[in-house]
């Protein structure tokens, strides 16, 4: 019944919904991925990192709920697909992610996941170019539960250790000595989860994603949590198949109206905060909510920065800006002249999409 609900779905849309469906040797439905225009459009835009994980299982079929969400414009979850699957190993992981690549565009740079085995075993048998990357907030929600008791109430221990994992600033070699300096002071070296944490580093730490675009959208807060408490919300134990989708169309009007008014309410001009030229074409450019993202750097580049020194190479600016805000660290931004092309080593614009404070220092 509902594969005919399908059916009829993708021939009303002319083709633009997509699903397909998988059964085992006696024709029991084991997988179903499904996703229509507006969501593969929206992959198409905003698909520069991905999550993707099992949430709840739906009561009556007993299927996993495996949504594939990223972040949009306003830096809200958006779901571009979902997947429901009868388990959980590699091979229905693989077969889902294996559906969305033949329904998208493109296959994502950037995975980020949950610590599961199955999921880590199928992501490189699909996407072997992607870069799979473990929440943060899922492994730090562990922390307090791997120490003494003691010491998670220790306010300068946690915080020491969440400035030392969660900072986009850190490049590798600084972290490393920082993880490994707090190890010492509170000898955790017996510490065996840890340890493993400090081992598997290069997959949750955000110094080695610094290269990847967008890559810090999705560590601002579990991606998968949201999408989960927000799905979870519209579900009823008891729903069959069809009540399921029902309900789940529900969702995603409601999510599809609040993204429909967060982007009226960026048409309205809103007054600059700061006055200056380039705040008012930031508010022109800039969705409200990324407006105020980029007028809290404006502003912190005249609270927080301070250039020592600047040289021209060739064609190229180099700007040593000083920054209060990260102990006085040194960033060394280059503008090139002939096309005003800038450049910061704290790699913010490449993380984030939008310029650091010392990119807005140096232009100034
Ligand atoms: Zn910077």
Not at 98 to 103: L, N, P, Q, T, V
Not at 221 to 245: A, C, I, K, P
Not at 249 to 261: E, G, T
Not at 311 to 322: E, I, M
Request: aromatic residues 12%; neutral net charge; contains cysteine.
């Amino acid at each position: 019944m509902i594969l005919e609900k399908l059916r009829l779905k993708r021939e009303a849309s002319k083709n633009t919904f997509f699903y397909e469906h998988g059964v085992d040797k006696d024709g029991h439905l084991i997988g179903l991925f499904w996703s229509d225009a507006i969501g593969r459009r929206n992959y198409s835009v905003f698909g520069d990192t991905l999550s993707f994980n099992p949430t709840f299982r739906t009561n009556k079929c007993n299927m996993v709920f495996d949504p594939f969400t990223g972040v949009d414009n306003h830096w809200s979850n958006v779901t571009f697909a979902s997947a429901l699957l009868a388990n959980e190993c590699h091979t229905s992981f693989e077969w889902a992610l294996g559906a969305f690549d033949r329904c998208m565009d493109h296959p994502p740079p950037c995975v980020i996941t949950d610590q599961c085995l199955a999921i880590k075993k199928a992501l490189p048998n699909v996407w072997p170019l992607a870069k799979h990357r473990l929440c943060m907030r899922h492994i730090m929600n562990k922390l307090t539960g791997k120490i003494s008791p003691s010491l998670a109430c220790d306010k300068v221990f946690m915080k020491q250790m969440k400035a030392c994992v969660w900072s986009d600033y850190l490049t590798e070699d600084e972290f490393e000595q920082n993880w490994n300096a707090i190890i010492e002071e509170y000898q955790l070296s017996d510490n065996g989860w840890l340890n493993d944490m400090y081992t598997i580093r290069k997959e949750w730490i955000p110094a080695y994603f610094n290269d990847v675009s967008m890559a810090g959208l999705l560590r601002t807060t579990s991606r998968s949590e949201s999408s989960n408490f927000y799905f979870q919300h519209f579900h009823r134990s008891g729903d069959t198949l069809v009540d399921f989708m029902k309900r789940y169309d529900s969702a995603m009007d409601r999510q599809r109206n609040i993204n429909a008014q967060n982007n009226k309410d960026s048409e309205f001009k809103f007054n600059s905060i700061t006055g200056l030229k380039i705040d008012k074409d930031a508010s022109r450019l800039y969705t409200r909510h990324l407006y105020y993202l980029v007028v809290e750097e404006i502003e912190a580049t005249w609270h927080h920065t301070r250039i020592d020194d600047m040289s021209l190479v060739n064609d190229v600016k180099h700007f040593k800006v000083k920054d209060s805000l990260l102990n006085g660290k040194v960033f060394v931004v280059k503008v090139r002249l002939s096309d005003h092309d800038v450049q910061c080593d704290c790699k913010h614009y490449t993380r984030r999409g939008y310029l650091c404070r010392h990119a807005f220092a140096s232009l100034h």
